[in-house]
């Protein structure tokens, strides 16, 4: 086992990993950008080493910086986390050339999946089934027409370098190719770097399933079970869950057979997740592999008791598997909400600032991820994900009544968090019963503004719209307050964009 571990990463997740050293005795190294002084991660860590500043590019996706932090603080190792470097095949090339162990899988294997077109000819050659679409980056909007005319209407055009939903949009029918052809490609060039997409058939109200593998280098791979990733916000994940409420044994064994059959097939090792869609008839296809930890991960450790990170040093280290299949049961059920600081009254927009009250819940069966406490200011230059809230219950019933309870419980003063629209999901009757897909929240949910809640606001934005009519635009403007107590709402954005576009 390792002497140290560098955690190439940052909050919550940064602090994830350095618990697990902790617990295997193993020293931990932090790295952080001059935003993420004050990070817990950076106090919880036994060094801590600054790299560059706030903005990732500079700090966090610098991999020279990162290899020389591993090298002056004497890391054999680097977890990369999830995000920024996790899953790019030259950081792990820089890794091995520096005789450090890179805790995932091995470059080549991080590049068979890293395009998605890669992976859909990795997924065929191992007989798994695959959504329809092209097989190669399409150049036009004439070759994406002869796709879609092949495979038929609605479409996907997608990033092939893509994940968490960017560069994807939808198509129905030729005229909607050009423009939908240009977002996706702008969208893939400013997050992957490349402009290249290719084509799916969208498929209509899926379920998205996806399964926890463990490989190790001695090749005994393991599964770990399935979690449901249905309830999505624009290809965002929102509410995870495991067991899935629709899966049956005999799915669950043909589905894990596939998975088992696909790691093997590129080599695999560490942990990764083969994430499929599943439509009304019980047909699976292969969607993506994710080769890294999994932000829902803790689900999937409260239902089997297996510590999924600890699993990935010990393989990383060379060591074999500590669990063999049978020795895995899932028991109980588990829910994870991803809990963003964002506004979901004001279209999700992001909500930075600083944390002036924090209290977790707590009790049996609840566990919470977040790098967050009273006094903390979230930075702007990141991801929005500041808490990871889980439950266990020994039925689904008693999970969805625990993490309604624990939303209720946990107190976050200061920015506004997405903890509304969890409650307005679990408060679901389609949700109770099971029946999602992956067009969940836009069918069942929809807007979360509140009348009742806004409407002294709303009142007072439409009067300032009068007033400017009445004498000025500027005065106008002047009435309508930039922020409220609670953020920024929808009637006061709407008001002040009237008043600035009249």
């Known amino acids: 086992m390792f002497d140290k571990i560098l955690i190439a990463n940052r909050g919550e997740i940064a602090i994830r990993v350095i618990r697990a050293c902790r617990e295997l005795g193993i020293k931990s190294v932090a790295v952080y950008s001059e935003a993420d002084r004050e990070s817990l991660h950076v106090r919880y860590a036994d060094e801590h080493y600054c790299i560059g500043p706030a903005k ?53 294997a991080l590049r068979k999946m890293g395009s998605k077109i890669t992976a859909r000819k990795n997924m065929i050659n191992a007989e798994i089934p695959v959504i329809p679409g092209s097989m190669h980056a399409l150049k036009d909007e004439e070759e994406v027409a002869e ?28 005229a909607e190719i050009e423009k939908a052809m240009e977002l996706a490609r702008s ?41 449901e990733c249905s309830i999505q916000r624009r ?25 088992i059959e696909g790691v093997s097939a590129i080599n695999y090792e560490n942990a990764g997740t083969i994430e499929f869609l599943i439509d009304g008839e019980a047909n699976f296809y292969f969607l993506e592999m994710n080769t890294r930890l999994q932000v829902e991960h803790i689900i999937t450790e409260l239902v089997t008791g297996v ?11 060379g060591e074999g598997l500590t669990y063999r299949q049978g020795d895995i049961s899932m028991m109980g059920h588990a829910l994870n909400c991803r809990i963003n600081s964002e506004d979901p009254y004001s279209d999700f927009v992001p909500c930075p600032g600083t944390v002036t009250e924090y209290h977790p819940p707590g009790g049996p069966g609840v566990r919470v991820d977040s790098a967050l406490y009273a006094g903390y200011t979230i930075p ?49 009757e389609h ?63 709407a008001a002040r964009r009237a008043l600035m576009n009249p």
């Open 235 to 259: 290809y965002q994940k929102l509410i995870e869950e495991t067991p899935s409420p629709m899966m049956t044994k005999k799915l669950r064994e043909a589905i894990a057979a596939k998975a």
């Open 56 to 108: 990732p590019a500079t700090s966090y996706l610098d991999i020279n910086k990162i290899v020389e932090a591993a090298k002056k603080s004497g890391s054999e190792a680097i977890h990369p986390g999830y995000g920024f470097l996790a899953e790019i095949p030259a950081f792990a090339e820089e890794c091995e050339s520096n005789r450090i162990e890179f805790i995932g899988p091995p470059s080549k």
């Open 307 to 317: 510590d999924i990170v600890k699993e990935q040093m010990r393989i990383a280290s």
């Open 147 to 174: 796709v879609a005319e092949t495979i038929g209407y609605p479409v996907l055009i997608k990033a092939v370098y893509g994940g968490g939903g960017k560069g994807m949009r939808i198509v129905n029918n030729d």
């Open 380 to 428: 702007i230059f990141y991801d929005s994900l500041v808490a990871k809230l889980a439950v266990w219950g020994t039925n689904r019933d008693e999970a969805i009544s625990r993490m309604k309870n624990a939303l209720n419980e946990y107190v976050v003063e200061g920015i506004r968090t997405t903890m509304p629209l969890h409650k307005a999901i679990l408060n679901d």
């Open 431 to 493: 949700f109770r019963r099971g029946k999602i897909h992956t067009d969940f929240v836009q069918e069942r949910i929809g807007s979360l503004m509140a009348e009742d809640e806004f409407e002294g606001e709303k009142i007072a934005a439409l009067s300032a719209v009068l007033a400017a009519y009445l004498s000025n635009r500027q005065e106008g403007l002047a009435l309508v307050p930039q922020r409220s107590a609670k953020g920024v709402s929808a009637w006061t954005m």
């Open 187 to 227: 969208e893939a060039e400013s997050s992957f770097g490349s402009s290249e997409v290719y084509v799916e058939k969208l498929l209509t109200n899926p379920r998205h399933i996806e399964l926890q593998i463990l490989a190790d280098k001695k090749g005994n791979i393991i599964h770990l079970g399935e979690r």
